[in-house]
């Protein structure tokens, strides 16, 4: 196996790490709308690989602008690739600088590539004995290895020798020219041999040899075992040419003439000086208190291997790089005898806080079962108790009575405070075994999700990459991939241990590191407090309660729905004049774009005419097969994620369906659930009422639901203090009538249907960032009257153009707008050069505070709700769904009508507005007749 010699010289593919920084990260601006990403990913790339290799000569070398010695020899090489991005474009020049502030040599060699630059530096240095390493993505760099040129790909830290090469590409390193020469390659348009795919040139390189070998013979390919062999001769006669071609264009030069030899690469210390203006101007805020505070960047990982000591700028990759495995283990324990789980017990209860764990073995939290627990009472402390493990051979262990029945005091302890990372599941789990967890005060997930819910993923292992820059154990390499993968029961203790008490750890020390960011801002801390952590005990019970499902409805409305797809199919065949796959983007695009001459309305990123729902709705305001396809492709969808699905995700024990709640997920504070996602099921539609109808209550019982009525209109009221608005909401009045009357001039009571309807599309429309001219499409009008509208409105709203606008202006000033409780949405891209991504951006802050104030309503009414369930003692009612601003409950019938008022004033006191909120209960034997 291929490893990384010892202060290798490195040689970094700049220009592949340009590209792919530029399409891995989020697109980052400064707070001056400069894009940073690119910027930050290569020289975040940088940084880890230079910690990882410590080398003494590096160099990073970039493509030159303008052509080169292949755009000579072949006019469409590279020719299909689009232009350079402006937002990449306008990065390269400061990372240029910036890398040789860092002390890094850089190189720029016109007239040829960065690949060929590279070639002449490996093979000089291989010349003299010396070891290489190749840092790039190109798989034609392949051509390079050498027992002494070795390549590392830092997407996914794979090294590739010779044997490595052979392995991954079927041929020898020696055999990769001749092997893109015949297969081509898309990606730089080298033509290759039309019909001769990987598997074809593998077999002709393997039984033949290179591409001479091969044409020296060609009466000996039919002879070969492969399919198609038999008729390949000639048409690699016919394309001899662009075989050859192909060879040329894919050589890698390694003699271009180069001002600097190899022992001059050598890494130097940085300019700091010139570093902290950069970081400063590009706002790299934690490497630029790195310098300030140390004077050097500094060394953030441990353990390295080398005994080589760095330069002092590289010692290691900083907080931001990639993580590597940076807590020790010394202090986890496996607890496999009685006296040291009294002993874990005392310290448990003597703890101020403790984080705790669960290790299961599958994620469903309604069948899986609890395989061991792991707890940690301070940083670098922590152990794992498995009672749970049954392969041939596992060490005698605790029963699970006997843990369970030890911890459960302490886990139903108020007083004894927990942290976790998405306890909810944990909470489910142990509900199982007759424990009621309680005492649950921090969840990391949540911590993150309140501090920043745009900054990436709340997942542990990604947090513990952001903020503690550790590479934590993943479960897939102990535990495999696809369908051998083995569940947790099934590892070994050996294995298992150190990974789950790293959980509890890692969780201990995730809290430490965000709290008290959390505490420097009252309002994300009282989101945190009072609204998110009381919401999970909550959505662990509604979860587990479940909702019933008349599955016979469900199978009835899937075999119409296969009819009447059936049906589309044919009368999109008739229109189209031919039949063709309704599911095939590219029969889409030819049917559409070559046959019937639609207009092209938008690309895909690869400039091929889209067929997305957004184009099709577009294309269906005049032409009849769009709209069939629009139908046919939203029915389908129905049947394929409700009708069919939802009979077969019923509990067998329950015989209930049990979704799953999510709330670190939407940017806005808004939950979302899945398997199955109960939010995207069509309210206004037949189709989404029938699948409704499917959700029943048991006998004896009612289906009640509670819907806050046009909340975010509301809520704009509330935001905006338009007069207007406040005083429509304060006398009870239908918004969209009112709002047609002050637009059109009229009474209220001589407003039409059509016009209300118009109204009503204006009003929502607005709150999210809605154009004339998607107003004009939706209503039907010209942009002009659209327009016209849009001027009416806001001269009889002025307060709501004025929140607009300073909605807009403090979000471009501050980075960020909350919600009326203090939750914070970020906005990166608010100052972005862009001016598609700068509007996206200024209509999530003027649409964000009303959704993100309305996430935070509904969840306050929902433990509010369960205040009153718990305090009431109710058995006889149970909160079963929560949907966008609804909740669903299923209540005796015996007590419906109180119960309904009393949830109805719970709803609409739990927040205060200068406007009344306002709450629609409807009750009915299904969820469609309740709603």
Not at 279 to 289: I, M
Not at 557 to 579: F, M, N
Not at 712 to 717: S, V
């Amino acid at each position: 196996m291929a490893k990384i010699a010892e202060n290798p010289l490195v040689l970094v593919d700049g220009s592949s790490y340009l590209y792919r920084a530029f399409h891995a990260f989020p697109p980052l601006t400064n707070s001056e709308g400069c894009p940073t990403g690119a910027m930050y990913g290569v020289l975040n790339m940088l940084r880890s690989l230079i910690s990882q290799c410590q080398p003494s000569h590096i160099v990073v070398v970039f493509d030159a602008k303008g052509k080169t010695f292949r755009d000579e020899l072949f006019a469409e090489y590279k020719s299909h690739r689009p232009p350079m991005p402006d937002d990449l474009r306008a990065q390269i020049e400061p990372l240029h600088k910036m890398v040789e502030a860092m002390g890094i040599p850089l190189l720029v060699v016109p007239g040829v590539e960065a690949d060929d630059v590279i070639g002449t530096l490996a093979k000089e240095a291989a010349a003299k004995g010396r070891d290489v390493l190749i840092s790039t993505g190109d798989k034609d760099m392949a051509q390079l290895v050498t027992p002494l040129v070795t390549l590392i790909n830092t997407m996914n830290n794979t090294i590739l020798g010779p044997e490595e090469v052979c392995e991954k590409y079927g041929v020898p390193p020696e055999l990769i020219i001749d092997f893109l020469a015949l297969m081509g390659d898309a990606s730089d348009n080298i033509p290759g041999v039309p019909g001769v795919g990987e598997k074809t040139a593998q077999a002709l390189l393997q039984g033949l040899g290179g591409l001479d070998a091969m044409y020296s013979q060609l009466d000996k390919i039919a002879s070969l075992s492969f399919r198609g062999s038999k008729t390949l001769a000639p048409k690699l006669e016919q394309h001899k040419e662009a075989a050859y071609l192909s060879y040329q264009l894919a050589t890698i030069k390694t003699d271009v003439e180069l001002d600097i030899k190899v022992n001059e690469l050598v890494l130097r210390e940085p300019d700091v000086d010139v570093l902290k203006e950069m970081f400063a101007r590009y706002e790299f805020k934690r490497w630029l208190a790195e310098l300030e505070n140390t004077g050097t960047l500094t060394n953030a990982a441990k353990g390295t291997t080398s005994s080589k000591p760095a330069p002092v700028a590289y010692q290691a990759a900083a907080s931001t790089a990639e993580a590597t495995a940076t807590l020790s283990q010394e202090g986890y324990e496996v607890v496999l005898e009685r006296a040291d789980f009294d002993r874990w017990l005392k310290l448990l209860e003597k703890a101020e806080l403790f984080a705790f764990d669960t290790e299961t073995d599958g994620l469903d939290y309604m069948s899986s079962n609890l395989v061991g627990v792991s707890f940690a009472i301070e940083a670098g402390k922590a152990a794992y108790v498995p009672f749970g493990h049954d392969y041939i051979g596992a060490p005698e262990q605790l029963s699970c009575e006997e843990v369970l029945n030890g911890l459960k005091p302490l886990l139903e302890n108020p007083a004894l405070l927990k942290i976790g990372q998405n306890l909810k599941f944990d909470q489910s789990m142990l509900a199982r075994y007759d424990i009621s967890l309680r005492g649950i005060v921090f969840d990391t997930m949540l911590e993150s999700y309140v501090l920043d819910s745009v900054a990436g993923r709340h997942d542990m292992d990604s947090l513990a990459n952001r903020y503690l820059n550790h590479k934590t154990i993943s479960f897939e390499e102990l535990a495999g991939k696809g369908k051998k993968q083995l569940t947790f029961n099934q590892l070994s203790i050996e294995e298992a241990g150190p990974y789950a008490a790293e959980d509890a750890d890692v969780t201990l020390q995730l809290h430490q590191a965000m709290w008290p960011q959390l505490e420097q801002h009252d309002g994300l801390k009282k989101v945190f407090q009072t609204i998110e952590m009381p919401l999970v005990p909550i959505l662990s019970k509604i979860e587990r309660t479940g909702v019933l499902i008349d599955s016979q409805i469900l199978n009835q409305h899937s075999e119409e729905l296969a009819k009447r797809l059936q049906e589309l199919e044919v009368q999109a065949h008739e229109i189209a004049g031919e039949p063709f796959n309704l599911s095939s983007t590219k029969q889409l695009q030819t049917i559409f774009y070559e046959k019937q001459k639609l207009p092209v309305l938008k690309k895909t990123p690869g400039g091929a005419p889209s067929t997305n729902e957004e184009v099709l709705a577009e294309l269906a305001l005049d032409y009849p097969l769009p709209k069939v396809i629009l139908e046919h492709r939203g029915l389908a969808k129905l049947k394929s994620t409700y009708t069919d699905k939802l009979p077969l995700m019923v509990n067998a024990v329950s015989g209930r369906v049990h979704t799953s709640y999510h709330q670190a997920v939407t940017a806005t504070g808004r939950l979302s659930s899945s398997d199955p996602n109960l939010q995207n099921i069509p309210v206004r539609n037949d189709e989404g009422r029938r699948i409704r109808q499917a959700f029943i209550a048991p006998e004896g019982s009612c289906i009640l639901a509670a819907d806050y009525s046009q909340i975010e209109l509301r809520i704009m009221a509330d935001l905006s203090g338009d007069k207007g608005l406040l005083d429509a909401f304060a006398q009870g009045k239908d918004i969209h009538r009112a709002t047609a009357a002050e637009v059109f001039g009229i009474a209220l009571d001589q407003v039409t249907g059509e016009q209300r309807r118009s109204a009503k599309a204006i009003n929502f429309g607005l709150i999210y960032g809605m154009s004339a001219f998607g107003l004009a499409r939706q209503l039907g009008i010209p942009r002009g009257e659209a327009q016209r509208y849009m001027d009416l409105y806001f001269e009889r709203y002025p307060g709501v153009l004025d929140y607009m606008e300073r909605t807009r202006v403090q979000a471009a000033e501050q980075g960020y707008v909350e919600t009326l409780f203090g939750r914070r949405l970020y906005l990166p891209d608010i100052k972005s050069s862009n001016g598609m991504r700068r509007k996206a951006a200024e209509r999530a802050a003027i649409n964000a505070p009303m959704q993100g104030t309305a996430a935070d309503i509904i969840k306050t009414a929902m433990i509010a709700v369960n205040g009153w369930l718990e305090q009431q003692e109710q058995p006889l009612i149970k909160m079963i769904m929560q949907v966008h601003d609804e909740l669903v409950f299923e209540v005796h019938q015996s007590i419906l009508e109180k119960s309904g008022e009393s949830i109805r004033q719970l709803m609409e006191q739990c927040v205060s507005l200068s406007v009344p909120l306002k709450v629609d209960v409807g009750t009915g034997m299904n969820w469609d007749e309740a709603h």
